[in-house]
């Protein structure tokens, strides 16, 4: 756990901010209360698991993956061109059959099929987790500038961190995540607003 001596000198640990995405706490896309999302790799973030214990919502990243079917040929009949495009198909196929948009002849092709993922939409300027993109529930403005944390045991190290007024490098061989933080967090002059607004984010 994070922690400051009796200096006020920084003593966090020399973590990278990978270490801390595997877990974050987002607003529920059906209650929207407090709920995880959780990755078994912060190097994979495309895969993981939301789940809110308020209203028992779960969802697996793969639930989002979607395939669109692609046919791009020329008519065998007119010679005219396809091309048709058909989304949103939760598995892929290995036959569609379309009409030709010009003399109306159906024909049976085996199509292309392009994956993508479905992700939730949030507003502009909102921090959101990297697998669903839900916004994180421990974010708030701080004299114009979004403040947040992926969970609570990265804002627990960036209180630390904001609260410590001797603050030493840490590791001379990788950056930590403290020393990525945003410089409006370093400076001194805001230190009491973001320890409010941390202590704020603490109670939700």
């Given at each position: 756990m994070s922690m400051q001596n009796e200096g006020?000198?920084?003593?966090?640990?020399?973590?990278?901010?990978?270490?801390?995405?595997?877990?974050?706490?987002?607003?529920?896309?059906?209650?929207?209360?407090?709920?995880?999302?959780?990755?078994?790799?912060?190097?994979?973030?495309?895969?993981?698991?939301?789940?809110?214990?308020?209203?028992?919502?779960?969802?697996?990243?793969?639930d989002l993956i979607r395939y669109k079917m692609i046919v791009k040929r020329h008519c065998d009949n007119c010679g005219k061109h396809i091309n048709v495009e058909i989304p949103n198909q939760k598995v892929p196929s290995k036959q569609v059959t379309v009409p030709c948009p010009h003399c109306g002849i159906t024909r049976t092709f085996e199509p292309r099929n392009e994956p993508y993922k479905l992700v939730y939409k949030a507003a502009s300027g909102v921090a959101t987790d990297p697998v669903f993109n839900l916004p994180l529930l421990l974010q708030a403005e701080v004299k114009g500038n979004q403040f947040w944390a992926y969970n609570r045991r990265h804002l627990n190290d960036i209180k630390s961190y904001v609260h410590a007024k001797l603050r030493e490098r840490q590791s001379e061989g990788?950056?930590?995540?403290?020393?990525?933080?945003?410089?409006?967090?370093k400076e001194a002059k805001n230190r009491e607003a973001i320890l409010k607004t941390i202590e704020q984010l603490e109670r939700r």
């Amino acid at each position: 756990m994070s922690m400051q001596n009796e200096g006020h000198r920084y003593a966090g640990p020399a973590t990278v901010r990978q270490s801390y995405m595997t877990e974050f706490v987002v607003a529920c896309p059906r209650c929207h209360k407090d709920a995880v999302v959780t990755v078994n790799s912060a190097y994979i973030p495309s895969q993981g698991k939301l789940t809110c214990s308020n209203c028992m919502f779960s969802e697996h990243s793969e639930d989002l993956i979607r395939y669109k079917m692609i046919v791009k040929r020329h008519c065998d009949n007119c010679g005219k061109h396809i091309n048709v495009e058909i989304p949103n198909q939760k598995v892929p196929s290995k036959q569609v059959t379309v009409p030709c948009p010009h003399c109306g002849i159906t024909r049976t092709f085996e199509p292309r099929n392009e994956p993508y993922k479905l992700v939730y939409k949030a507003a502009s300027g909102v921090a959101t987790d990297p697998v669903f993109n839900l916004p994180l529930l421990l974010q708030a403005e701080v004299k114009g500038n979004q403040f947040w944390a992926y969970n609570r045991r990265h804002l627990n190290d960036i209180k630390s961190y904001v609260h410590a007024k001797l603050r030493e490098r840490q590791s001379e061989g990788y950056t930590t995540m403290v020393e990525r933080l945003p410089q409006f967090i370093k400076e001194a002059k805001n230190r009491e607003a973001i320890l409010k607004t941390i202590e704020q984010l603490e109670r939700r």
